[in-house]
């Protein structure tokens, strides 16, 4: 399963592990990718969907139609149909 965000678009990016004598080997940084559902009063139907923590948070604040509608006005396409 993949590992990106539906609403931030995060995904899991390259870097190096760094020792203590400096040697470096490759590795992944993955975003904290959850499934979660949530209620939309707007709507009065739940939604799941896959998304970072870091968006949760956000919504938690906004609420996930103000959100959405937040992203769809930015331009940002999240695949989500309200």
Excluded: D, W
């Excluded at 499934?35 to 998304?51: A, D, M, N, Q, S």
């Excluded at 870091?54 to 396409?77: C, D, P, Q, W």
């Amino acid at each position: 399963m993949s590992k990106v965000c539906k609403l931030t678009g995060k995904k899991p990016i390259s870097g190096n592990n760094v020792s203590h004598s400096n040697r470096k080997t490759k590795r992944r940084f993955v975003p904290n990718i959850q499934k979660k559902r949530f209620f939309v009063p707007e709507l009065g139907k739940f939604v799941t969907l896959r998304i970072s923590t870091n968006a949760m948070r956000t919504i938690n604040k906004l609420g996930v139609h103000a959100y959405i509608k937040k992203l769809e006005s930015k331009g940002i396409e999240t695949g989500v149909k309200l």
